[in-house]
């Protein structure tokens, strides 16, 4: 029977149903330049609490050297350099903060930190650039980006926050490189300090071919889809998933 097959401790069914996630998580992300992280992470975190943050973090790759590679004229080089001088102290502090959660306190983490990417992404969203692009505040941002996205694989908000109200292009672009320096820094992190595993492993195969399926449906996407429509939809089905994770670990 269908339903008997397993991979990674997951049925056939359920397989499926991550892979279609991550493909549509890895499209908008492909496009808008965040989402994958956001949508996702809650709905796996309730799946298995392993999908996040190694699984997530490693199946990532991918998706975020191919859209740097896709737009490297849009790279913000001088943002991009301060951003990942800030990633290497957040996944130091990341990864013993990790070490110290069990799983219920992961997804606390998990739901918190897709509230506040909502929160954040509605404040820029209306007020348009909160906070100015400097050295500093790139740093800032990195080490904070470093921090959530080593603990919780969500670490798209503090970048979106200082590049909030720049070209869309840039900012994705610029994201995107970042991303994939900085994944591989957390990745390399994740293997020094033993966290990943045969099942985490398992597990990012497991959402890695809609995660890589992704990039090419990003770049048919990218000119279809309005950001007003779907920034709003997409903040509302975050919301939601974090809030379901959130009274699931309580409950």
């Known amino acids: 029977m269908i339903g008997a097959v397993e991979i990674a401790g997951l049925s056939l069914p359920m397989v499926l149903l991550c892979t279609l996630l991550a493909l549509i998580g890895s499209s908008i992300q492909g496009s808008l330049g965040f989402g994958l992280g956001m949508l996702t992470s809650p709905i796996f975190a309730m799946i298995d609490h392993s999908f996040v943050p190694v699984a997530m973090m490693v199946a990532v790759l991918p998706l975020t050297f191919g859209v740097a590679i896709r737009d490297r004229k849009h790279i913000d080089t001088k ?16 990864l013993v903060a990790l070490r110290a959660m069990d799983g219920n306190a992961l997804a606390y983490a ?6 506040l990417a909502v929160v954040i992404s509605v404040v820029t969203s209306r007020r348009g650039q909160v906070i100015t692009t400097t050295p ?39 994201i995107a490189a970042f ?73």
């Open 136 to 174: 500093a505040t790139m740093t800032t941002a990195g080490f904070a980006s470093g921090f959530m996205g080593t603990v919780t694989s969500i670490g798209g908000p503090p970048m979106a926050l200082v590049y909030s109200d720049g070209e869309p292009r840039t900012m994705r672009a610029t």
């Open 179 to 251: 991303f994939s320096i900085g994944a591989t820094i957390t990745v390399i992190g994740f293997v020094l300090s033993g966290e990943i595993g045969r099942h985490e492993l398992a597990l990012t195969a497991v959402i890695l071919p809609g995660v890589v399926g992704g990039l090419p449906m990003s770049a048919l996407l990218g000119n279809r889809l309005s950001p007003a429509v779907m920034r709003p939809l997409i903040l509302v089905m975050c919301a939601l998933s974090a809030t379901l994770l959130f009274l699931q670990t309580a409950l």
């Open 79 to 94: 943002g991009f350099t301060w951003a990942i001088v800030g990633r290497f102290p957040g996944v130091v502090i990341g």
């Open 110 to 115: 998990v739901s918190a930190s897709v509230m």
